[in-house]
Nanobody, 118 residues
């Protein structure tokens, strides 16, 4: 059974930083492209950053230059370093396969809340 557990969220002031982590179990983590998604109240879940099995990255335009996605295959963990946070980054953040098909379809975790506010 696939399990994805996100952590690292919290309340931060505008301009601050957070580092999210997502620990995966039940899969051969290293062979999958992974992504960080977020969902703000009233909005659909959206992909903000992705990393291929080979380490290539891609970002939503609004976070490019501020967020960095990385992975540690030995630890089955994917990270999201978020700098220069803005109030519009406030959302629940999730990790999953990119795109979330196959095992990813039913493997959404509880996410981690990120709130950017003064």
């Amino acid at each position: 059974q696939v399990q994805l557990v996100e952590s690292g969220g919290g309340l931060v002031q505008p301009g601050g930083s957070l580092r999210l982590a997502c620990a995966a179990s039940g899969i051969s983590f290293r062979v999958y492209n992974m992504g960080w998604y977020r969902q703000a109240p009233g909005n659909q879940r959206e992909l903000v950053a992705a990393i291929t099995e080979g380490g290539r990255t891609n970002y939503k335009h609004s976070v490019k230059g501020r967020f960095t996605i990385s992975r540690d295959n030995a630890k089955n963990t994917v990270y999201l370093q978020m700098n220069s946070l803005k109030p519009e980054d406030t959302a629940v953040y999730y990790c999953n396969r990119d795109p979330p098909r196959g095992w990813g379809r039913d493997s959404w975790g509880q996410g981690t809340q990120v709130t950017v506010s003064s």
